[in-house]
């Protein structure tokens, strides 16, 4: 197979307009084109296919959310959850509607408030927080060339009303604390991690290759491996997982800056990007590609 025409022709399949609307709610993410595409697959052999705008650099947003919770599973093993669960949430990822009822605990690491949790765990075991995750991020690839936007970190941090309250709720739950600045600071510090869809797939490749990053490292266990894919699957594009499970049948991660990462394990990783978001925040046109590529390909999980 062709893999690189397979993308282009995919990609030319798309309909002609794209409903979806560029997240806006970050200011600074208004700007992004919204008619930029790109795509980029990495095998765990290092075979590389690409189309598009795969060179240019995005916001990843919630989709280093994974990183982070990677960081701290290193750290803290399985008592990780006791702070955080791993159960679907069937709601928005920036929602608070089950935080009462479930006592503070957030339903998994891949919302806002559990997403939260992990940064608030990660202060207090890393000694210069913010270098030490880009350290890691980097690490995983050898590409010292990602970094934090500032821009983006600073516009998030103006305008944080609703995660500002979803750390003050957990705050009274007792399972942050650390401070709400702090907190704050860090987390849209991880969001604002700038990376284009090659440099994203080749950083998520070790949850494809059974926890061994693209430097040959060892990041996490076999085991440890299933369960972050686990919690991608089930959890990875909020209130739309079942959608995604059931229309591209891999474990993924969305943001909100567009961009999609999506892995066959023991095979390949790949990152699709378009800006302009469906209704549930999730790429409206990556989600388009993905299920059309393992349509293609004839592979999934299931
Ligand atoms: N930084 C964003 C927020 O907290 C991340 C959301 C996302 O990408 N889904 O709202």
């Avoid at 240019?56 to 990677?70: M, N, P, W």
């Avoid at 750390?167 to 700038?194: A, H, K, P, Q, V």
């Avoid at 990152?271 to 978001?277: E, H």
Wanted: aromatic share 10%.
């Amino acid at each position: 197979m062709d893999v690189n025409k397979l993308l282009a022709k995919l990609h030319a399949d798309l309909p002609s307009e794209n409903t979806g609307i560029v997240a806006s709610y970050i200011p600074e993410l208004a700007h992004a084109q919204r008619d930029k595409f790109g795509v980029h697959a990495v095998t765990i052999d290092q075979r590389e296919f690409s189309f598009g705008d795969y060179e240019e650099g995005f916001s990843i947003q919630s989709i280093a959310k994974v990183l982070s919770l990677t960081m701290a599973y290193q750290r803290e093993n399985k008592d990780l959850w006791k702070r955080v669960g791993v159960e679907p949430s069937g709601t928005p990822f920036n929602s608070l509607i089950q935080l009462e009822q479930d006592m503070g605990i957030p339903r998994n690491p891949m919302n806002n408030s559990g997403a939260l949790v992990i940064c608030d765990i990660l202060l207090d075991y890393l000694a210069d927080p913010k270098k030490d995750l880009l350290a890691f991020v980097q690490s995983l690839t050898g590409d010292e060339t990602i970094y934090f936007n500032e821009r983006v970190a600073a516009s998030e941090r103006e305008t944080s009303d609703r995660n500002r309250a979803l750390i003050e709720f957990m705050r009274s739950f007792g399972n942050i604390r650390n401070g709400t600045e702090r907190l704050l600071d860090f987390y849209c510090s991880l969001c604002s991690i700038e990376m284009n869809c090659r440099q994203l797939s080749r950083t998520f490749l070790f949850l494809a290759n059974d926890g061994v990053s693209l430097s040959g490292e060892r990041i996490v266990s076999i085991s440890m491996t299933k369960r972050l894919n686990a919690i991608m699957q089930l959890c990875g594009l909020y209130d739309e997982a079942g959608e995604f499970a059931f229309r591209v049948g891999l474990p993924g991660k969305s943001g909100v800056g567009g961009g999609i990462v999506a892995l066959l394990p023991r095979d390949y990783c790949v990152a699709v990007w378009s800006p302009p978001l469906n209704k549930k925040g999730n790429s409206h046109f990556g989600m388009a590609f993905l299920e059309g590529f393992t349509s293609q390909v004839g592979e999934s999980i299931f």
